[in-house]
């Protein structure tokens, strides 16, 4: 037993040799290295606790690339079956590691300002890639070299201070920064003040930056402006410490430290006696160095003997002296007058305490040759409007200084006053009227006549006094007029408009009240009575109510007004009383009637002119139709002529043919017969001009066909076309004529056609001078024609008439035309 104890504890022993000795060569190897700093911590059975790591410092803006530390594994045996890697921000562009050796790389300087630590995680695999050892952090501080100057926000800075301020009073602060480390030495700053013009009156904290004033006795007036140089350095302990300047203007501004101080003393200003009030005598100025309201002054007189005689005003910044009463040169001791007169700040100085002076003014005062001067400057008399000429109304005075002689003058426009030359009497020379005026102002005067421009002057108010010369009159000037409803029950009817009245002369004394009575005329007492109101007005009553048995529209009724002057005055009116009828609630109507009657006589007058003008159109315009009309009948008149006047045929056309020699009734016999051609029908008959022949167009170039020889005749015929046209030609272009829709038929059977004509209408010869027997050659149709019209008259039968012989005439003639309103050709 105790032999196998023993084995253990050599073998413990064995085992605990082997580690201690590979654990001291790994120190070896740690410590070997350059900058390492992986420190083995203790010797744990874990092997966790061996992969830690501390912080790593490196400085900054150091050029890389630069070794850190190297990390190695306790399974590292240098063999490379261990794999080490990093990761965090700037793996690979900033750091970056061996994998074989551990060794951790810095890859280019860094900048602290710009970040100040990083934070890497490390890991070591074997070859297979399983970890070997945790991950662990390593941090990677950057320390700070002193790489950024001080800054300041301005160039130039600006500050105030007031002038006399006390010692050690802050001006202003002026600061810098710096972007070094705040903590460490190159980023604290110290301040200091750069020799110039003013940097013994002023002092800067060094730490702080503030500025404060070294003496107590800051003059604007001396010196209004101080440029001071101020330096900001960092490393205040090394001369190789970096440093930063700017310019600081400190402006001092006013305060009253300085009174007001008249330039010249004492002032002697001379002044003539005749100088007017409110004459400038001089002006004044004080000097004083402050500015704006410190530098403004009040300028007074003090009380003297003599202050009375003159007043003083501050305008702008300037005493101006002015005459405040007259002046006198005899009177006066030694020709002078004496004033004191003081200027002082509107404002406090700094110490609270007022700043004033103070100076003589010796005024002389010069001899004229004064004008008189009256004891009133304006005078108010009264005259009573009936004064006669020449009436004295009262008079003026004044008295010459010097005691000359002088004379009295008037300026009257109104050319209604004189004044007496040496008493001052001032006298009336023309009518007065108080209703036209009731007071006059004239100036007076008193001196020399050709000096008149300096002479004494004062102002004369005359006031017109009232008589009393008119009486009453109706208010507004206009005549009285009532109106009397004739309608109405009332009896005692009290009459409207209240009579009224009113007075031109003056209403406190000669006016109102006024008092009305009736007269004794006759018409008056059988139908009005009068009645005084009391207050200055009257009404007219009515005494019956039975005027509508009178035939008077209207009446006039005299009513006596007397006025309450002294004496009084009174007038005798008549009332023109206007009877109409009133509606129910007692409105005249009369009124209404005669306006609207007085307004319609322009109307009125209007219409009659519209009126005439109307007649006179319609008369004229029967006038044209009427010719019109006469026209017309003219045209048919003279469209009808006789048949003896044309040897033209009348056709009429039917839209049918006729039934042959026993049709009688296809047309109307009796429009063949000479009778037709007399008619007066104006729908069917037009004017009927004769037109030559044209040569130019015809409508058959044969001539007629002789049947007795067989041969053709050589007689002249007319062109009916050209006949048609020009008739077309004239209905279309006359617009005096009838104007018919109508077609006018000619059938070829007159003159010009073959057969020749077979018409007998409007013919100048009987039956007996024409031959017909040429017609036996045309058939057995024409025979029976022949027979009729020809020499051999008693072929007619006895049952056969002339009427039968002309229906077998119409059955040779019937033609048809156009479906047209049928029309008669005249002849």
Same mark, same amino acid.
Not at 278 to 291: E, I
Not at 729 to 750: F, H, I, N, P, R
């Given at each position: ?80 079956? *261990? ?46 890639? *399983? ?54 030495? %190159? ?125 003083? +005003? ?21 020709? +002078? ?27 002389? #005062? ?16 009264? #005259?009573? +409007?009936?004064?006669?000429?020449? %009436? ?65 002057? !004062? ?115 008549? #009332? ?70 044309? *040897? ?106 073959? !057969? ?72």
């Amino acid at each position: 037993m105790s032999r196998i104890v023993g084995y253990v504890l050599v073998s413990l022993c064995v085992l605990w040799a082997v580690d201690s000795s590979s654990i001291g060569r790994e120190i070896k190897q740690l410590a070997s290295r350059h900058d390492a700093t992986v420190i083995y911590q203790e010797r744990i059975l874990s092997r966790q606790k061996r992969w830690e790591f501390q912080t790593f410092s490196i400085l900054e803006n150091m050029p890389g690339p630069q070794l850190i530390t190297t990390l190695h594994s306790s399974f590292d045996n240098d063999t490379g079956n *261990v794999k080490y890697s990093i990761e965090g921000q700037g793996v690979g562009l900033t750091f970056q590691v061996n994998e074989n050796s551990g060794d951790l790389i810095l890859k280019h300087a860094l900048d602290r300002e710009v970040q100040s630590s990083y934070l890497l995680t490390v890991s070591a695999r074997d070859s297979n890639g *399983v970890e070997v050892e945790p991950s662990s952090t390593i941090k990677i501080v950057l320390q700070d070299r002193n790489d950024n100057p001080p800054i300041f926000s301005l160039a130039s800075h600006y500050a105030t201070v007031k002038e006399r301020s006390r010692s050690g009073q802050l001006v202003t602060t002026i600061t810098a920064t710096d972007a070094d480390d705040p903590a460490g030495p %190159f980023g604290q700053l110290v301040y200091r003040l750069l020799p110039s013009d003013g940097s013994t009156k002023f002092m800067i904290i060094p730490d702080t930056g503030e500025i404060k004033i070294t003496t107590s006795n800051l003059d604007r007036e001396t010196a209004d402006t101080y440029e001071l140089v101020i330096e900001a350095r960092d490393d205040p302990y090394e001369d190789n410490g970096r440093s930063a300047t700017t310019t600081l203007t400190v402006s001092v501004t006013d305060v009253n430290d300085n009174g007001p101080m008249f330039i010249r003393k004492p002032y002697i200003p001379a002044i003539s006696e005749d100088s007017d009030i409110g004459f400038v005598v001089m002006r004044v100025h004080a000097k004083d160095t402050d500015l704006r309201d410190n530098a403004r002054n009040i300028y007074t007189i003090l009380e003297g003997a003599d202050s009375s005689k003159f007043s003083m +005003e501050t305008i702008g910044n300037h005493g101006v002296i002015k005459v405040a009463q007259p002046l006198d040169y005899e009177s006066t001791k030694n020709h +002078e007058y004496h004033i004191r007169i003081k200027v002082r700040n509107t404002v406090l100085s700094y110490l609270g305490t007022p700043l004033e002076d103070y100076a003589d003014v010796v005024i002389s #005062v010069i001899d004229v040759n004064e004008s008189p001067i009256f004891e009133k400057s304006q005078y108010t008399f009264s #005259v009573s +409007e009936d004064a006669k000429k020449m %009436f004295p109304i009262q008079a003026v005075k004044a008295t010459d200084p010097e005691g000359d002689t002088f004379r009295y003058f008037i300026d009257d426009t109104s050319n209604k006053f004189i004044i007496g030359p040496t008493s001052g009497m001032i006298s009336v020379v023309g009518k007065l009227d108080r209703e036209s005026e009731d007071q006059y102002i004239v100036t007076v005067k008193a001196g020399s006549p050709d000096r008149l421009d300096v002479a004494g002057k !004062a102002e004369v108010v005359i006031q017109v006094n009232d008589v009393n010369d008119h009486p009453p009159i109706p208010l507004g000037g206009e005549k009285l007029e009532v109106v009397l409803c004739n309608n109405l029950e009332d009896k005692t009817q009290a009459l409207k408009p209240t009579i009224e009245m009113t007075d031109l002369d003056d209403p406190d004394k000669n006016g109102p009240p006024f008092h009305f009575r009736s007269t004794n005329d006759p018409v008056y007492k059988r139908h009005f009575k009068l009645v005084d109101n009391g207050d200055s007005t009257a009404t007219l009553h009515t005494v019956h109510n039975d005027f509508e048995s009178y035939s008077a529209e209207e009446y006039q009724v005299p009513i006596f007004v007397q006025d309450s002057g002294k004496p009084t005055n009174n007038a005798t009116y008549y #009332v023109t009383v206007k009877v109409c009828h009133c509606s129910d609630e007692g409105k005249p109507l009369c009124d209404a009637l005669a306006q609207v009657a007085g307004i319609q006589m322009e109307v009125l007058i209007v219409l009659l002119c519209v009126f005439v003008i109307l007649l006179v159109l319609v008369v004229a315009l029967i006038t044209i139709r009427r010719r019109r009309r006469a026209r017309e009948d003219t045209l048919i008149k003279s469209s009808i002529s006789t048949c003896d006047d044309e *040897v033209r045929e009348n056709i009429i056309d039917y839209n049918e043919e006729g039934g042959g020699e026993e049709d009688t009734a296809a047309f109307d016999l009796s429009a063949l017969q000479k009778d037709y051609c007399s008619s007066t029908s104006g729908s069917q008959v037009k004017i009927i001009q004769n037109y030559p022949s044209s040569s130019s167009t015809k409508v058959s170039m044969l001539t007629p066909y002789d049947f007795s020889t067989g041969k053709r005749r050589n007689v002249a015929s007319q062109d009916v076309r050209d006949f048609i046209v020009d008739r077309k030609t004239e209905e279309d272009s006359d617009d005096l004529k009838l104007a018919y829709d109508s077609l006018q038929m000619y059938a070829y059977e007159g003159e010009g056609s073959e !057969a020749g004509s077979l018409s007998s209408l409007c013919t100048s010869s009987v039956d007996e001078d024409q031959n017909y027997d040429y017609l036996q050659q045309w058939g057995p149709r024409f025979s029976r024609l022949s027979n009729i019209y020809g020499a051999g008259r008693a072929y007619f039968s006895d049952d056969e008439s002339n009427d039968d012989a002309l229906s077998v005439l119409s059955s040779q003639l019937g033609r048809t035309t156009l479906n047209r309103p049928r029309r008669i050709s005249p002849c």
